[in-house]
């Protein structure tokens, strides 16, 4: 079967009204503890929001961590893999340890195929892996895969889906990454409205962010100590400039992907009832 193809979200033009009805909604006076899904591309995603998905934990939230492939495809700095299914394993353990340092101990992986995604298998994956697990809240990339990488589009995609059909789910949450974080230390304004990092496109508007998060002292040791589980990934120089600039910047990002009527919980009571803002 081939690829099922969708559009990149947007509210109210090529993605279609995602408006539900009050009525599809059950117990709106719910502000008890939330059962929130992060949905990533693949192991070393999480380094984009280690300090938003540690401080739900330690609110004594639920956190399922679950990624699309095991980036079996990509490649291996430590040269300790020969085949794409060692690379998976290698993958796999990393991520694994690195959510460990988050407190996030729920973690699955789909094991999707990088170069052949399908919206039904991965939907089918989702909710299998769950078992019954009635999702309130979904954390995933934005529209632009902080970058265009295909498959944190990808993702995006389907965990968009799957907030759509799936009626327990609440709120969703988009992660991106606003221009005057990038402009203020290493990126480079174009024209005003398009900013570069290593030659890609690279951010979004600022008016754009609904909440902004700053990592407290901890949540920076668990991003350090995150980042360094990656060996396969990152080299240490890479390593040094990722830690370095989330301590010089300490702050994540969400953007409001349900703006819609007749929502359970609104999204500033979501926001104080998942940090306390």
């Given at each position: ?22 009525n ?11 059962k ?5 591309a ?37 040269s ?24 996030v ?26 078992s ?25 995609r ?24 990038i ?17 890609q496109?690279?951010?979004?508007s ?61 999204n ?10």
């Amino acid at each position: 079967m081939g690829n099922t193809q969708c559009p990149v979200n947007k509210i109210g033009s090529e993605w279609g009204d995602v408006t539900r009805s009050v009525n599809e909604f059950k117990n709106v006076n719910d502000f008890s503890a939330k059962k929130v899904l992060v949905l990533l591309a693949h192991p070393d995603d999480e380094v984009y929001i280690p300090g938003i998905l540690k401080n739900l934990i330690d609110r004594n939230h639920e956190v399922h961590a679950m990624f699309l492939t095991s980036g079996k495809l990509g490649s291996d700095l430590t040269s300790a893999t020969s085949t794409p299914e060692e690379l998976g394993t290698l993958r796999e353990s990393e991520g694994t340890t690195a959510m460990g340092y988050l407190g996030v101990t729920d973690v699955y992986f789909l094991r999707q195929d990088d170069d052949s995604l399908n919206e039904l298998n991965v939907l089918s994956a989702i909710d299998t892996s769950l078992s019954g697990t009635d999702i309130d809240v979904i954390l995933t990339f934005n529209h632009t895969g902080l970058y265009g990488h295909d498959e944190h589009i990808g993702i995006h995609r389907f965990a968009t889906q799957y907030f759509r059909q799936t009626d327990s789910v609440q709120n969703l949450y988009y992660f991106d990454v606003p221009y005057s974080d990038i402009i203020s230390s290493v990126g480079e304004s174009v024209g005003g409205d398009i900013t570069y990092v290593g030659g890609q496109s690279y951010g979004v508007s600022d008016d754009t962010i609904d909440f902004t998060y700053k990592m407290s002292a901890s949540d920076l040791t668990a991003m350090e100590n995150l980042v360094d589980t990656y060996v396969s990934q990152f080299d240490q120089s890479k390593r040094d400039i990722i830690k370095g600039h989330v301590n010089l910047r300490p702050y994540e990002y969400l953007i409001n992907g349900s703006k819609k009527s007749g929502v359970k919980i609104s999204n500033d009571d979501m926001l104080n009832i998942l940090f306390n803002v």
